[in-house]
């Protein structure tokens, strides 16, 4: 068990705040900010406590140099409207300077700044010094709440715990709490539903989940590598072809660990990859060769929808058809009402998923959606994240 902020004295102290604040952008708006409302628990607690708020993250993919489209200031000023409170922005094109350093020594209790965009230095990918020591300097408490960096050892993320005291936030918290409670005690049935296009992407997360799920469900573009594997025609369907043998090997994994595998027993095939594609159901022995699978059918719907209804614990990571297309979004939409309407735990890990719920209006119904995609792909894995290995022990 990590220690959070309530197991550490942070009133009067510098605190240095790893974030995920990598939010998505469109002429230089933000336009979803779920991210920074999910910070906001950990940060209004040290406020609360009289810490001297030191807040920093990443935005998208600078490659060590300063570039304004990946500036943090919209950031600042989104969380000065949230907390009704002015956020110092301290903006520098290397992140720590003189001036950023004075900032932060001239900090109030409960006053916050948020440092420029770490990746703005090159250092930060490779957690190589001078730049952890830099940022160590403006600190002398370490708190990460970025659970969906939390699996990539950077500066800011499990760097600065060689330098100071370092526990985690509320947002990692809870990640960890519903995630592990999941692999390590779950209420049973327990089902994992995996979507997604590649196979060779899921193949050490689901080894891991046979290990613990009663059932497993599998959906969206891998299905058809097991097809494949299974001898059927799957036409122009999506295919890993390298890991068709994997996929052999899971269903007889699955077999031996006694773990009901349950793969989709009918399609939604498509002419072309459009959404006004001409389009038509067939079972999955049945695929014309000029034809791609894009959703699962209206029988498939009904045979995951028994095993959901059964479940008391359910991890979805990964859509079930190309669901951006409202003409192949049903197979999704299916599985996303059933976890909302079921009795189940529902855990959604990130990324495809958590878009889908959100899009189709499930998001409140659901007991914990993931913030971090690859994260939580890496702990269902069973592998030990580094930003948070780093942290100290209760």
Known sequence: MKKTVRDIDVSGKRVLVRCDFNVPMKDGEITDDIRITAALPTIQYLQEQGAKVILMSHMGRPKGEAKPEFSLKPVADRLSKLLGKDVIFAASDVVVDDQ??????????????????????????????????????????????????????????????????????????????????????????FVAIMG???????????????KKVDALIIGGGMSYTFFKAMGYEIGTSILDAESIGLAKELMAKADKAGV???????????????????KAVFDRDQMPSDMMGMDIGPKTITLYKEAIAEAKTIVWNGPCGVFEMPAFAEGTKAIAQALAEGGATTIIGGGDSAAAVEQFGYADQMTHISTGGGASLEFLEGKELPGIACLEEK
Not at 196 to 210: C, F, R, S
Request: hydrophobic share 40%; proline share 5%; charged share 25%.
């Open 100 to 189: 950023v350093k004075a900032a932060a020594d001239a900090l109030g209790a409960g006053e916050i700044m948020l440092l420029e965009n770490v990746r703005y230095r090159k250092e930060e990918t490779k957690n190589e010094e001078p730049f952890t020591g830099q940022l160590a300097a403006l600190g002398e408490i370490f708190v990460n709440d970025a659970f969906g960096t939390a699996h990539r050892a950077h500066c800011s993320t499990a760097g600065l715990a060689k330098y100071m005291p370092s526990v985690s936030g509320f947002l990692i918290e809870r990640e960890v709490k519903f995630l592990g409670d999941a692999l390590d005690s779950p209420q049973r049935p």
């Open 196 to 210: 997604g296009a590649k196979v060779a992407d899921k193949i050490p997360v689901i080894e891991n989940l046979l």
């Open 260 to 278: 009901k595998l349950l793969l989709p027993v009918d399609t939604v095939c498509a002419k072309e990859f459009k959404n006004d594609s001409e």
